[in-house]
């Protein structure tokens, strides 16, 4: 299993950034896929899940009515829209997946409930 992501960068407050991650190994049917991300000096925070088993999906409170988390089954690919993007958004992106009944269920963002994980790509909302 592995998952690549990317699409990080730079980009001005207000703009907009879309990551992808890109499943290979296994099928997104079966798997919830979220993204996460890491600010510097903070700990790891869930900000998106979406659950293959029926497209349910979850958003932090943070990104709600600004991120969206559109998927394409066909290309076991997950993306993350960013829009109206703020400087307290800077940080590096991780998609991960999860084949645990709960998250598919539940769709919880913990870090401990996440099996794979893709390398990372840094995001940064700076003018």
């Known amino acids: 299993v592995q998952l690549q992501a990317s699409g990080g960068g730079l980009v001005q407050p207000g703009g907009s950034l879309r990551l992808s991650c890109a499943g290979s190994?296994?099928?997104?049917?079966?798997?919830?896929i979220a993204w996460f991300r890491q600010a510097p000096g903070k700990e790891r925070e869930g900000v998106s899940c979406?659950?293959?088993?029926?497209?349910?999906?979850s958003y932090a409170d943070s990104v709600k009515g600004r991120f969206t988390i559109p998927s394409d089954n066909a290309k076991n690919t997950v993306y993350l829209q960013m829009n109206s993007l703020k400087p307290e958004d800077t940080a590096v992106y991780y998609c991960?997946?999860?084949?645990?009944?709960?998250?598919?269920?539940?769709?919880?963002?913990?870090?401990?409930?996440?099996?794979?994980w893709g390398q990372g790509t840094l995001v940064t909302v700076s003018s």
């Open positions: 979406i659950s293959s088993s029926d497209g349910s999906i």
């Open positions: 190994g296994f099928t997104l049917d079966y798997y919830a």
């Open positions: 991960a997946s999860s084949g645990r009944r709960d998250v598919l269920l539940l769709l919880r963002l913990w870090v401990y409930e996440y099996d794979y």
